[in-house]
T-cell receptor, first 114, second 114 residues
Framework: AQTVTQSQPEMSVQEAETVTLSCTYD???????LFWYKQPPSRQMILVIR??????QNATENRFSVNFQKAAKSFSLKISDSQLGDTAMYFC???????????FGQGTTLQVKP | EAGVAQSPRYKIIEKRQSVAFWCNPI?????LYWYQQILGQGPKLLIQ????????DSQLPKDRFSAERLKGVDSTLKIQPAKLEDSAVYLC????????????FGQGTRLTVV
């Protein structure tokens, strides 16, 4: 069975600085995707960034980038130039291409301070 | 494009009562997920549908929870009878198919059992 672990319950960062959120996962599958989702206080979950496991190149979306270490089963999210609107709970998620199952980690609450 | 619709937004019931949640996924989306999110935790997958068939319900407490997806479109999740520990936000999400992995989430239903 797959598992996703986020070891940082809470993080804080000053506005305009950079922060990295950690995630590790466990799977025996070869075909999968990894995601970071953002859940602002309003509660609706939004996709931040996606990484295909077969791609070596790390995904980047504007100020968001990942460090994907497949052998170590590690998938961290880096937020550059943090903004107040980045304050939210962030979830790492694993998607199995075999089953379509999407499972989440425990989440990291990020507070961006002015 | 309309998003994933869920109703009701909030529900308060007494323990041992019954409750039902409704989800209307994005049109054409074959995969539908129901998650339970306890405050401060990550979403826990309860059940996954592919069209109107159940793909995974291994984490669904089947003695009290049931779900159906008639005609492969709308879905309902029912709890009967409710317990105090069922207090949570119930999230519905949908994705186009197994190859198109991005899941879109509804705003959720916040259930309080008193």
């Amino acid at each position: 069975a797959q598992t996703v672990t986020q070891s940082q319950p809470e993080m804080s960062v000053q506005e305009a600085e950079t922060v990295t959120l950690s995630c590790t996962y466990d799977t025996s599958e070869n075909n999968y995707y990894l995601f970071w989702y953002k859940q602002p206080p309003s509660r609706q979950m939004i996709l931040v960034i996606r990484q295909e496991a077969y791609k070596q190149q790390n995904a980047t979306e504007n100020r968001f980038s990942v460090n994907f270490q497949k052998a170590a089963k590690s998938f961290s999210l880096k937020i550059s130039d943090s903004q107040l609107g980045d304050t939210a709970m962030y979830f790492c998620a694993f998607y199995s291409s075999n089953t379509g199952k999407l499972i989440f980690g425990q989440g990291t609450t990020l507070q961006v301070k002015p | 494009e309309a998003g994933v619709a869920q109703s009701p937004r909030y529900k308060i019931i007494e323990k041992r009562q019954s409750v039902a949640f409704w989800c209307n996924p994005i049109s054409g989306h074959a995969t539908l997920y129901w998650y339970q999110q306890i405050l401060g935790q990550g979403p826990k997958l309860l059940i996954q549908f592919q069209n109107n068939g159940v793909v995974d319900d291994s984490q669904l407490p089947k003695d009290r929870f049931s779900a159906e997806r008639l005609k492969g479109v709308d879905s309902t999740l029912k709890i009967q009878p409710a317990k105090l520990e069922d207090s949570a936000v119930y999230l519905c999400a949908s994705s186009l198919d197994r190859e198109n992995t991005e899941a879109f989430f509804g705003q959720g239903t916040r259930l309080t059992v008193v």
